[in-house]
């Protein structure tokens, strides 16, 4: 079963930037899409961005342009860049798997997922 650790979460003033980390303890057909959502206590879980085994990448409209994900397939890890960051992303990222071949930005479809992140940006 494929195990997946966020890293990288912290406190930065608005304006600056963080790389998220997740480590997958092996790349198989349950990553073939890899994903980061967030969370804010009260809120459902939103997506944020999506990645799949061919590169293709897909962003929500609140962090398109300041946010940029990738993965290592040699590394086994999944990147989160952001940049130019605001408070209103302060959530717990997660970093999520699914077999998956083509992305989809609903939780439910993510079968595996990482323990989460905090990101608190102030301004």
């Known amino acids: 079963q494929v195990q997946l650790v966020e890293s990288g979460g912290g406190s930065v003033q608005a304006g600056g930037s963080l790389r998220l980390s997740c480590a997958a303890s092996?790349?198989?057909?349950?990553?073939?899409?890899m994903a980061w959502f967030r969370q804010v206590p009260g809120k459902k879980r939103e997506w944020v961005s999506s990645?799949?085994?061919?590169?293709?990448?897909d962003y929500s409209d609140s962090v398109k342009g300041r946010f940029r994900i990738s993965r290592d397939s040699v590394q086994n890890t999944l990147y989160l860049q952001m940049s130019s960051l605001k408070p209103e992303d302060t959530a717990m990222y997660y970093c999520?798997?699914?077999?998956?071949?083509?992305?989809?930005?609903?939780?439910?479809?993510?079968?595996?997922w990482g323990q989460g992140t905090q990101v608190t940006v102030s301004s």
């Open positions: 990645i799949n085994t061919g590169g293709t990448t």
């Open positions: 092996r790349y198989t057909d349950d990553t073939r899409c």
């Open positions: 999520a798997a699914t077999s998956l071949a083509f992305c989809t930005r609903y939780a439910d479809n993510y079968k595996r």
